[in-house]
């Protein structure tokens, strides 16, 4: 992982499906518990939820608030 990804999660929305225009870091525990089990996409998006669903699964999603505000992040 690098900081490049988690600034993606919080600017990268889900291209497709039932949470389609939703922030990859905005999507539900129990979407990203799905993926886990039944598998990831492949590519950029797969490797974005992935890294969502461990970021969410250890209580971690606070990490990601000051990159949301403007001008926040590296």
Known sequence: M????????????????RYKGRLIADLPGNYLNWFAREGFP??????????????????????LTPLRRPGGGA
């Not at 690098?2 to 499906?17: H, I, K």
């Not at 590519?43 to 969502?52: C, N, P, T, V």
């Open 2 to 17: 690098n900081p490049e990804d988690l600034q993606r999660l919080v600017s990268v929305a889900m291209p497709y499906g």
């Open 42 to 63: 492949p590519g950029e998006i797969g490797r974005l939820l992935a890294l969502m669903q461990e970021i969410d699964h250890n209580g971690l999603s606070s990490l």
